[in-house]
């Protein structure tokens, strides 16, 4: 009983799937996700805020989502949508995929080529170290 315990909460902590609440996470490329966990329904929605130091609409960008708990670990898909169509240096729309806390970044052709995996980090960190495009073309 012990270990389950343990392992609930370390699964809450690590995921930051707090049910009905809002929380957030980042990206590699400091890009920001608040977004709320809808139990019911395994919905996730919410903004993303793109890092500012890019030439990006900053947003917020609305994200949705959908999540599935396994012994794996929390599978999931967010997609984020450029609230500014006519910027042509953003891309119109991204998802990331992945088991938590990892995933890859898809776009409207397809997986990233080459492939971009990335990993999420608290939202407290600052520095930001990546390469890749993330929403960017």
């Known amino acids: 009983m012990r270990m389950l315990c343990s392992v609930l909460v370390c699964l809450v902590l690590v995921s930051g799937m707090?049910?009905?609440q809002t929380a957030c996470i980042q990206d590699q490329y400091g890009?920001?996700?608040?977004?709320?966990?809808?139990?019911a329904t395994t919905y996730v929605y919410g903004t993303a805020t793109i890092?500012?130091?890019f030439e990006c609409p900053g947003g917020p960008w609305p994200i949705t989502g959908s999540y599935v708990t396994s012994t794996s670990g929390n599978g999931f898909e967010l997609t984020a949508a450029n609230p500014d169509p006519s910027s042509?240096?953003?891309v119109p729309i991204f998802t990331l995929k992945g088991t938590w806390p990892?995933?890859?970044w898809y776009y409207l052709t397809g997986p990233s080529v080459p492939p971009q995996p990335g990993t999420w980090v608290p939202c407290s960190k600052t520095s930001v170290t990546?390469?890749?495009k993330g929403p960017r073309n």
């Open 18 to 20: 707090v049910y009905g």
């Open 31 to 39: 890009d920001q996700y608040n977004y709320t966990v809808d139990k």
């Open 51 to 53: 890092a500012p130091t």
């Open 88 to 90: 042509i240096t953003c």
């Open 102 to 104: 990892n995933f890859d």
């Open 130 to 132: 990546a390469t890749g």
